[in-house]
């Protein structure tokens, strides 16, 4: 037996002998390394004589060959092991919901989705949209409002402003929208009807306030515009966007460098726990200030106040987003925190729309405080069977993929899963005599109802059980009913 013979036979016993990837590795290093065994037969080769080099190269290249092969054959067989292990010891929960499109997990932050709400019922009522920069001049932000040079918002603990230029004026970030109002004043005739969602910074930050915010005002430039139609104005947008019937309005005195007269308003509201319904009650709450044009900002403008004269109003988004949808804390909202967009977030297909519902495609207000009691507030509560709602949504949900199938109704109830998890049971009712429904349908059903559940603040797992109408069970074998799977 030669030299390579026994050398062969060592290396390819390591090889047998590994039992994972690393001890392969240490063999394969072992032979065929810098330093290796093999490596070093290869490099005496040229160290022979010619004769002896034609007999020991093909010998010695035949071996390194064959200890390759040996080396990746190995290396299959142990990922081979690997995967039949997982494949003994993972399962898979068949019950688990359909995991959702990439595009279906997304969520619309809910300052878009108010600036959406607000804008679809100002432009029911004839306004366009004006937008303007984050930099501003002095001479917009202030001069031409009717500020003071020595007015207090012109110092810099109120406002952002840059390094001065070679010539001594300074930019800033605006504090309000209203520049915007300037520049359409400059670059349109009257009648003007417009509303100016946008960012704005000022030096303030605590739970309410941030330094930088969004405001939405509105200006009204004409012949005859009065007080009066300001007020019918806030009033219908108030009920349109809160969703309520009517509200009470309070307008109190108050003094702003671009209007005279100046009003705050207040709306008339009462807390129930720890929500804010607007419509009822006997307290008040400042909303936003609002007042006539001035008619030294009609004159800045180039606007003539013996013959026009306007209204102007601002509030801010990320309030109005506070009190509809109840969330404590303004902070959160710059925050970046997927969970929070993902509870307190919208669906993109769900677009505002007078007709379809502001607060979504379904009309439901989305976590509201100010409306009616939606299925998000019942969702939260502990469910009896004598309140219908969160049933009247399963079923909404199930229809499409079950009634095809000879679905009769739906039933939920509250209770504790196999990990004493807080669960809801559903369990859907067949007609005597209907199809037996197919397990892709079903997974589709139960994922769909997940989803359902979860849009509207439900984090509880729905089970789906299935039964025909009048009877305890499916027949024996057709249907294994708290899986949602077909039996084997």
């Known amino acids: 037996m030669t030299d390579t013979t026994q050398l062969e036979q060592q290396i390819l016993a390591d090889v047998a002998a590994a039992g994972d990837d690393a ?20 490099k005496m080769l040229g160290t022979l004589p010619p004769e002896e080099r034609k007999t020991q190269g093909p010998l010695i290249n035949g071996l390194k060959d064959r200890v390759s092969a040996a080396l990746a054959s190995r290396r299959d067989a142990l990922k081979d092991a690997a995967l ?4 003994n010891t993972e399962s898979v929960d068949v019950t688990l919901p359909v995991r959702e499109a990439p ?13 959406d709400e607000l804008t679809a019922i100002f432009a029911d009522m004839g306004f366009a949209v004006a937008e303007g920069p984050d930099v501003e001049t002095n001479d917009y932000n202030f001069t031409k409002l009717n500020f003071p040079e020595d007015h207090p918002a012109r110092d810099m603990h109120d406002t952002f402003f840059f390094n001065p230029k070679p010539d001594g004026t300074r930019l800033l970030l605006r504090t309000h929208t209203s520049p915007v109002q300037v520049r359409t004043m400059l670059s349109q005739k009257p009648p003007i009807r417009v509303i100016i969602p946008g960012r704005t910074y000022r030096r303030d930050s605590d739970q309410t306030h941030t330094p930088m915010f969004h405001q939405v005002e509105g200006l009204v430039i004409d012949k005859g515009s009065h007080l009066g139609h300001l007020k019918w104005i806030l009033e219908e947008f108030f009920k349109a966007f809160f969703e309520v019937d009517r509200v009470g309005m309070r307008f109190r005195p108050s003094f702003f460098p671009f209007t005279e007269p100046s009003l705050e308003v207040d709306l008339q509201y009462r807390r129930d726990k720890d929500e804010v319904r607007f419509g009822e009650g006997d307290q008040w709450m400042e909303i936003l200030g609002c007042g006539m044009v001035h008619p030294n900002v009609l004159k800045n403008c180039g606007l003539d106040p013996d013959e026009y004269q306007g209204f102007a109003w ?50 439901l207000a989305r976590g509201g405080k100010n409306s009616s009691p939606n299925l998000a507030t019942l969702a939260s509560e502990e469910m009896t069977m004598d309140n219908k709602q969160i049933a009247e949504l399963a079923d909404k949900t199930l229809k499409p993929f079950l009634s095809p199938l000879g679905l009769d109704r739906v039933e939920v109830e509250p209770g504790r899963d196999h990990d004493d998890a807080p669960s809801l049971f559903v369990t859907a009712y067949y007609r005597p005599g209907s199809k037996v429904p197919e397990g892709d349908v079903l997974l589709k059903a139960l994922g769909a109802l997940h989803k359902a559940f979860l849009d509207v603040g439900e984090e509880r797992f729905p ?24 039996s084997r």
């Open 23 to 42: 001890a392969l590795e240490t063999v394969r290093v072992a032979a065929l390394g810098k330093s290796g065994s093999l490596t070093a037969l290869l």
């Open 84 to 87: 039949e292990a997982r494949l």
């Open 103 to 115: 595009a279906e997990i997304g969520r619309v932050h809910p300052i878009t989705q108010v600036t």
């Open 314 to 363: 601002g509030m801010g988004i990320d309030r109005l987003a506070m009190l509809k949808y109840g969330m404590p804390d303004l902070r959160a909202f710059f925050e970046a925190d997927v969970r929070w967009l993902s509870h307190y977030g919208f669906r993109p297909l769900d677009v505002p729309t007078l007709a379809g519902g502001l607060s979504g495609g379904d009309g």
């Open 463 to 486: 089970y789906l059980d299935h039964r025909f109408a009048g009877e305890e069970e499916f027949e024996e074998g057709a249907f294994d009913g708290d899986t949602g799977a077909p």
